[in-house]
């Protein structure tokens, strides 16, 4: 028996199984899905109960974006994307209202898999989307649901990617691309296979650089991806590795007076981050007999996160103790002085994060007739090992105000000039002028090991009716160890505390299909994500974190648990015209939720806060007449809260006094809606071949109103409110005689729907050499990708001084483009 690659792959598969294996269960098809992430016995994909989308390393390099991200967000159902780090590297991927977000603190609800592996980042489950280099992609699939068979963090759904080799990339080539932002963009890569064919090879490596379209935003990446596989008749073997060394720098948020003129403005800088990255993964699979594959993966991956964020400094008695500042009574500050001292400045968080990761995987795939009908069954298991080391410190500057207790602090003192204006450019110098006073917060080394075990069967009643059955058993346990405070029954509180979590996953599907061409399904399924321990480590009320910064000690959290129904069909209307249609409902149980903390600014912890619910439908149209190619789609999804709950939000109009007289609260109620999740998206993509060797292409997007962070519970006005004592209040919930004319005061709780539209374009020049192109926003659409209700330190004139809520703003980037060429010799790389 000899392997054959399938033609296309559906779920971190690049499936070596034989076309004969997959058409034991259907004969008139080559697209085959593996029910688990490892490499398997491919099931024809009309018979699962899900609506998959599919992406080729071919349809992804002719939209040539700069991660997986943008493809997504420009042609798959239900996806957004959004900068929240606002660096274009720094993507956070929303698909049915959950997130798979680089940014510590987002509520995470999708998992994400190269070549079989779990990528989700231990402390925090977060993904880091630079360091997967968009060239290595070989295909990708998008799976919906609570797919419990992609383990943990598989709330709303997984990222499946599989990535090239030599045997699908031949060849070598170099590439340049550079264009606006003064971006540049170098590649060159080779693939291949041995005279014998039993060998294959494939390395690439790409450099990145750019300023960014913000002020103080420049980026510098290196990745590097590398592959080599042998095969036999029954057997293969595939070792990779990715190596990244990232610089990034982002910022995310301004304040809505700065974005008036030029749209480039930051509110605060540097917000710095370094991921250094390695990533080595050993894949295998053998045949013992027509009907029996083993196959299985192991993995180490090493993860090494620095960032440095400035931002702005607010405090009072408990922080000068803190900073052991000089000029203090003896005994120190005390409460009583609390209305008299108010210590303004800057301060600079710094972080280290040390991932170490490694586990395996192994399974048996049985393709064997039960009770005389044909059947597939799957089982195995799995473990994975962390080992997490999180350093936070912070710097602080502090200028001098003219109201400080017993006098003042005089320059005997160290101090500034009373009033200084804060200068972002000096306020970590010696020239700053200020106190600085640099403290460690936070000291904690972290295991975690999970353990797993699976099984689906997926039974074919006969040729309409097919069966899908499966579950998925975790068993986490999470060990935090504080190196500053490890004394757990310490009253200053300790971070030392262990956590387990355990929980069998169910799901069940079935599927019609009247013809090889068309489906209808329906399905339910159910999973879990066990809280990190950066979520342990930041959950207490009464000792709020400032992200990603100090954490205190804390009461355990339950996990999240997601349950969804899912519904849909799909099929021809003719022979070269596909649809789609699905219509969903998940409820998470438990939901973990980043809950501002209502004293102190800018911080904040992890709670549950109740149920959340995504709801909507999804349909879909493709086609090609002649040398057009297009598809088109609508999306509706409606995320709300799904119980009654508080949160702390002091910049919304709305807020009032808790009944632990506790201001600045707003009573969120059930059906509120979700925060930065639009309602309504629409999709279209058409590609024209002008010649045979020119093509040209184009994605219109659009995206409904969305309610902003801070609105959550969607009933902020802008210019209007009232406190609980019926003081007149500002846009933003402050009192009025506080309202600055020159913009002091919040607009809408939403931001404004937008259609963006971009270009793309290929033409082959011969002998090897080929040209490619890309404009975004070609019409130069203003517009903003999300918003919060915030608070700044700054006024119109750059003024540093009182503290004023602000609308914030995330714009999206203006109009851009880029140009580049292709070199390809010694056979060249195909993309399929």
Request: hydrophobic content about 35%.
């Amino acid at each position: 028996m000899k392997l054959k690659l399938s033609g296309i792959v559906a779920l971190a598969l690049a499936s070596s199984a034989p076309l004969n294996a997959a058409d034991k269960l259907t004969t008139n098809t080559i697209n085959v899905y593996s029910a688990t992430p490892l490499h398997s016995i491919g099931l024809p994909l009309n018979i699962i109960p899900a609506n998959i989308q599919m992406a080729t390393p071919k349809a992804i390099n002719e939209q040539v974006g700069v991660s997986l991200a943008d493809y997504m967000n420009n042609n798959m159902q239900s996806v957004t994307t959004t900068e929240m780090g606002g660096n274009p590297w720094q993507p956070e991927i929303t698909f049915r209202g959950f997130s798979a977000s680089p940014l510590l603190g987002m509520p995470q609800g999708i998992s994400t898999y190269i070549d079989g592996v779990r990528v989700n980042e231990p402390f925090g489950d977060v993904t880091l989307w630079d360091k997967i280099p968009n060239f290595a992609i070989g295909g990708m699939q998008l799976i919906p649901g609570s797919n419990p068979l992609y383990g943990l963090n598989t709330l709303g759904g997984a990222i499946a990617m599989q990535t090239k080799s030599g045997r699908d990339a031949k060849g070598a080539s170099v590439e340049f691309e550079a264009g606006s932002w003064d971006r540049q963009r170098y590649l060159a890569q080779y693939g291949g296979v041995s005279k014998d064919g039993s060998v294959d090879y494939f390395i690439g490596h790409q450099t990145t650089r750019e300023d960014g379209w913000r002020q103080f935003s420049p980026s510098h990446l290196n990745q590097t991806f590398a592959k080599t596989g042998w095969q036999s008749e029954k057997t293969k073997l595939d070792l990779s590795y990715i190596g990244t060394n990232n610089k990034l720098v982002g910022n995310g948020f301004t304040p809505e007076f700065l974005l008036s003129g030029d749209r480039d403005q930051i509110h605060t800088s540097p917000d710095w981050t370094n991921n250094y990255y390695h990533h080595l993964a050993l894949n295998g699979s053998h045949w013992v007999n027509n009907d029996v594959m083993l196959s299985g993966h192991t993995y180490y991956r090493k993860s090494n996160r620095h960032t440095r964020n400035g931002d702005l400094f607010e405090g009072g008695w408990a922080e000068a103790n803190a900073l052991g500042l000089p000029g203090s009574p003896e005994g120190g500050f005390t409460e009583d002085n609390d209305e008299d001292i108010e210590l303004l400045g800057s301060v600079m968080n710094r972080t280290k994060t040390k991932q170490d990761n490694l586990g395996f995987t192994l399974q048996a795939a049985f393709n064997q007739d039960l009770v005389g009908k044909k059947n597939q069954f799957i089982a195995g298991v799995g473990y994975d090992y962390s080992k997490i080391r999180f350093n936070q410190s912070r710097v602080v500057n502090l200028s001098n105000r003219s109201d400080f207790p017993f006098g003042g602090i005089d320059a005997d003192d160290d101090w500034s000039n009373d009033n200084q204006i804060f200068d972002s450019n000096r306020a970590f110098t010696s020239a700053g002028g200020g106190v600085q006073n640099e403290d460690q917060t936070t000291h904690l080394k972290s295991k975690q090991q999970t353990y797993s075990i699976f099984a689906t069967d997926t039974l074919s009643i006969n040729q309409q009716w097919h069966v899908n059955a499966g579950m998925r058993y975790n068993y986490t346990r999470i060990n935090n160890r504080d190196q500053m405070n490890p004394d757990p029954l310490d009253s200053d509180g300790s971070l030392t505390a262990d956590a387990t979590y355990a929980r069998l996953n169910p799901t069940v599907g079935l599927t019609f299909t009247p013809s090889d061409k068309s489906a209808i399904f329906g399905s339910y399924s159910e999973s879990s994500r066990a809280p990190t321990s950066i979520e342990l480590g930041c959950s207490n009320p009464a000792r709020p974190c400032l992200l990603p910064a100090a954490m205190a000690d804390d009461p355990p959290l339950k996990q999240v648990v997601a349950k969804t129904y899912d519904f849909g069909a799909r099929g021809y209307l003719t022979d070269s015209i596909k649809w789609n249609a699905s219509v969903y409902h998940t409820v998470n149980h438990d939901d973990i939720q980043f809950v501002r903390a209502p004293l102190q600014t800018n911080h904040g912890y992890f709670g549950n806060v109740g149920r959340t619910q995504r709801q909507g439908f999804d349909i879909g149209l493709a086609g090609q007449q002649d040398k057009l190619r297009w598809n088109t789609s609508y999306s509706f999804i409606r995320a709300t809260f799904d119980n009654d709950m508080e949160f702390a939000a002091p910049a919304n109009s709305s807020s009032t006094e808790s009944a632990e007289e506790v201001e600045g609260i707003i009573s969120v109620k059930k059906g509120n809606y979700l925060p930065s999740i639009p309602k309504h998206q629409l999709k279209l993509r058409a590609q024209y071949q002008v010649s045979p060797d020119w093509s040209v292409g184009t994605n219109v997007i659009g995206f409904a109103p969305q309610y902003i962070w801070g609105n959550e519970n969607n009933r902020h006005q802008a210019n209007t409110g009232e406190d609980h004592d019926g003081e007149d209040r500002n846009a933003c919930g402050q009192p009025s005689d506080q309202t600055n004319d020159e913009g002091f005061a919040c607009g809408s709780g939403k931001i404004r729907g937008y259609v963006v539209v971009n270009l793309d374009s290929q033409y082959n020049i011969g002998k090897g050499w080929s040209a490619f192109a890309k404009a975004i926003n070609i019409f130069d659409q203003k517009y903003n990708v999300a918003g919060r209700l915030a608070e700044t330190m700054f006024d119109p004139a750059g003024m540093y001084g009182a503290e004023t809520n602000v609308r914030g703003l995330l714009p999206g980037a203006p109009r851009a483009a880029w140009i580049g060429f292709r070199y390809e010799f010694g056979g060249a790389p195909e993309a399929n």
